[in-house]
C-alpha cells in the first residue's frame, strides 16, 4: 500500500515538473482540446443540434475560459433556442476576451434587438461598424432596427451605404423601409402564374410559349415563358386561431407541419395566426429552417374573437409580396387554413380583392369547415358565404380553394397543392395596349388547341390591375 501511495506521489511531482518546464506545450495542449471542443459544437450547430452543441461549448470554455470563439458560438446557440438573455451574456464574454471582436457586437445586437431593447442594440451595431464598417449585415441590421422605430432618415442612411457594399442586401433593406410590393406588372410586362391540368388532373410538363394562348381586351398577345417547373418559393401560411376551428385545431395543426415538410431547402415560408382584426400576428417570419417553422406551429393556440379571414389574407398577401429575392424568378404561395367563416374585418371583399388583383401572389385556400362538435363531419356542407369568400379569393390569384373531407383527404389536398405549384408555368407579355392605372384589365388564357390537349384545363387569374409606380 505504502508503495502505491509513494507511486501516485511521485507521478504528481513528476506532472508537476513538467508542467513547470513545459509550460508552453501544456498550453498548447489546452488550446488543442478546446478546439477540438469548439469544432465539436459546430458541427452539433449545423446539425441543429443546439442543447449538445451548448454543452460543448461549455466544456472548451471549462478548459479555457479566455477563449472567445466558443463563447460567442455559445451565444449563437443560446439564440437558436430562444434563451436571449444567456446569449447576452455569452457575447459579452466572448468581448471581454477579444476587445475588438466586431461580430460577437453585431450578435449582441440582435440578441437585444429580439429583447426588444433597441437602445442597446443601436450601440452594438455601431460599435461593430466602428470596428468593421464594411460588413454589409450588420449596416442591414442597424437599419432594420431604425427602420422598426420610423427613424427613416437613419434607415434610408444605412441603404445608402449598402449600396456601395452589397446592393442585394440593399435592396433588402430598402423593401423594408418602403415595404413595396412586387406587382404582376413589372417593367411594363405582364407576369402570370398558369397551372396547366390534364383531364386526369394531373399537371401538364413541357408546354412552351407557343401553347399557350393569352388574350387581353379581344387582342392575342405575344408569349414567352419566364419560368417553367420546380423553383424557389415564397409560402405564406395563415392559420386561423378562431374558436370556430376549437373542435377540429389539432388538425390544423397537422396540416400546417405536413405543408412545412414539403418544403425545399431554397424555399421560404412565414407563418400568420389570426383571430380578430386586432390578434393578426407573425408567428415565425421568414425562414428556410423547418425547425424553427414547426416550433412556430407548437405555440399556436385556439383564442376566443371574432373571426377576421379578409384581414389576415390583406396583411398576409401585403407581407408575402413585399418580401423579395433578388432574383424575380420566384413564386409566391399564400395558404389559408379556415372555415372561411369572417366575422368582423376591418377590409372589406373589394379592397382586398384590389389589392389582389396588383400583385403577383397565388392564394390556395384549404376549408376546416366542420358543423359537429368534435370536428368529424368536415366540409360536409360548409356554410355557402363561407365557401364562395374562399373560392373568390383563390380564383382572383389563379389559385384554388380545396373542400377535403377527411383528415386523409388533407394530405392529399396538400400534395396536390405541392405538385402543382412545383409545376406550374410562368409567363409573360407586353400588352399591345397602353398600360393604365387603376383600370382593371380582363386576361383570358388557354392552350392552344391540339389533340392532346382536347380536355385540358387552364388555371390563371383571370385579370390583373395595374398600379402607379
Known amino acids: ?58 466544456q472548451a470554455i471549462k478548459i479555457k475560459p479566455d477563449y472567445p470563439d466558443p463563447h460567442y458560438h455559445l451565444g449563437n446557440a443560446y439564440v437558436e433556442l430562444g434563451e436571449t438573455k444567456k446569449a447576452v451574456e455569452a457575447y459579452k464574454r466572448a468581448i471581454r476576451y477579444k476587445a475588438d471582436f466586431a461580430l460577437a457586437y453585431d450578435k449582441l445586437g440582435t440578441a437585444y434587438h429580439q429583447q426588444q431593447d433597441y437602445k442597446k ?6 460599435e461593430s461598424i466602428r470596428l468593421d464598417p464594411k460588413v454589409p449585415l450588420t449596416h442591414y441590421n442597424l437599419g432594420v432596427v431604425y427602420a422598426e422605430r420610423d427613424k427613416v432618415q437613419a434607415a434610408v442612411a444605412e441603404y445608402k451605404i449598402l449600396q456601395t457594399l452589397d446592393p442585394n442586401v440593399a435592396q433588402d433593406l430598402f423593401n423594408l423601409i418602403y415595404k ?40 392575342r398577345q405575344t ?22 376551428l376549437r373542435s377540429i385545431f389539432s ?20 407563418l ?3 383571430v380578430s382584426a386586432d390578434k393578426i400576428e407573425t408567428v415565425q417570419d421568414f425562414t428556410s429552417s423547418k425547425r424553427r417553422l414547426s416550433d412556430g406551429i407548437d405555440s399556436l393556440y385556439i383564442e376566443g374573437g371574432l373571426s377576421a379571414v379578409l384581414d389576415a389574407v390583406y396583411l398576409s398577401a401585403q407581407h408575402l409580396a413585399g418580401h423579395k429575392f433578388p432574383n424575380r424568378n420566384v413564386r409566391r404561395v399564400l395558404l389559408l387554413l379556415t372555415d372561411g367563416d369572417d366575422r368582423a374585418s376591418y377590409y372589406n371583399l373589394q379592397q382586398v380583392l384590389t389589392l389582389l388583383r396588383s400583385i403577383d401572389l397565388q392564394i390556395f385556400a384549404v376549408s376546416f ?37 377527411s383528415a386523409a383527404e388533407m394530405g392529399a389536398t396538400i400534395k396536390l397543392i405541392f405538385d402543382l405549384v412545383r409545376a406550374e408555368y410562368t409567363i409573360e407579355y407586353k400588352p399591345t395596349q397602353p398600360l393604365e392605372a387603376g383600370t382593371y384589365r380582363p386576361v383570358s388564357v388557354t ?23
Open 1 to 58: 500500500m505504502r508503495r502505491n501511495r509513494f507511486a501516485v506521489h511521485l507521478l504528481l511531482l513528476t506532472l508537476l515538473a513538467a508542467v513547470t518546464a513545459f509550460p508552453g506545450k501544456v498550453a498548447t495542449l489546452q488550446q488543442t482540446n478546446a478546439d477540438t471542443y469548439n469544432e465539436q459544437g459546430l458541427a452539433l450547430m449545423a446539425s441543429e443540434k443546439f442543447k449538445e452543441a451548448i454543452v460543448a461549448f461549455q
Open 121 to 126: 442594440a443601436t450601440e452594438a451595431y455601431n
Open 180 to 219: 413595396p410590393t412586387v406587382s404582376v406588372v413589372t417593367d411594363g410586362s405582364v407576369r402570370l402564374n398558369v397551372m396547366a391540368i390534364d383531364s386526369f388532373g394531373a399537371p401538364i410538363a413541357g408546354l412552351k410559349s407557343e401553347n399557350f394562348h393569352v388574350d387581353e381586351g379581344g387582342t
Open 223 to 244: 408569349v414567352s415563358l419566364a419560368l417553367t417547373g420546380n423553383s424557389p418559393t415564397f409560402i405564406g401560411v395563415a392559420i386561423d386561431a378562431s374558436g370556430s
Open 251 to 270: 388538425l390544423v395543426v397537422t396540416v400546417s407541419n405536413q405543408i412545412i415538410e414539403r418544403m425545399q431547402p431554397d424555399d421560404q415560408a412565414t
Open 272 to 274: 400568420i395566426r389570426f
Open 369 to 405: 369547415s366542420s358543423t359537429d362538435s368534435d370536428g368529424r363531419k368536415l366540409n360536409e356542407n360548409p356554410p355557402k358565404q363561407s365557401a364562395d369568400l374562399l373560392r373568390t379569393l383563390a380564383l382572383e390569384t389563379g389559385g384554388a380553394a380545396f373542400f377535403p373531407k
Open 447 to 469: 392552350l392552344a388547341p391540339t389533340p392532346q390537349h382536347e380536355r385540358s384545363v387552364i388555371v390563371s387569374r383571370p385579370g390583373y390591375l395595374p398600379t402607379a409606380k
